[in-house]
């Protein structure tokens, strides 16, 4: 019979190589999930995230202006709804960039904006969002 000091090592190696596999299994799903806007994943992000109050069908306010091509679209300017003066003034035009910084801490990038209680969601999921917007545009 072994000592337990003998069979130890060959048995760590078996399960940290097990371990490893299925690290790779999990994580498998996490890099799908970054794939292009149109995948299941980025929409599903929008829906979890800012649905309840925005639309990305032109001309479809809620408590939140419509997306529909924001991207490109200058802060503040959609016509038919009411942005807080701070948005009105904020003076730049919305990219990928900036909707994910927004999204993630809104009061950084438009101090005074009207998304409150809203306090920002994860950088990963912002990125979805902001791609998702960016291929949605005018498809919806």
């Not at 003034?89 to 990219?95: C, I, L, P, T």
Request: glycine residues 10%; neutral net charge.
């Amino acid at each position: 019979m072994q000592s337990h000091s003998q069979t130890s090592p060959g048995i760590w190696l078996r399960a940290i190589a097990g371990a490893g596999a299925l690290t790779l299994l999990l994580s498998a799903p996490a890099s799908l999930a970054q794939q292009p806007a149109s995948d299941e994943g980025a929409q599903q992000a929008f829906n979890n995230s800012c649905r309840t109050c925005h639309s990305v069908k032109e001309g479809d306010n809620r408590l939140g202006p419509n997306l529909h091509n924001i991207v490109g679209r200058k802060a503040g300017a959609l016509p038919d709804y009411n942005y807080s003066p701070s948005m009105k003034e904020a003076g730049f035009v919305w990219d990928q960039d900036k909707l994910t910084r927004f999204m993630v801490k809104p009061d950084e990038i438009v101090s005074g904006n009207k998304m409150q209680p809203y306090g920002g969601i994860s950088a990963d999921e912002a990125a979805k969002v902001a791609a998702y917007l960016q291929a949605a545009g005018g498809s919806q």
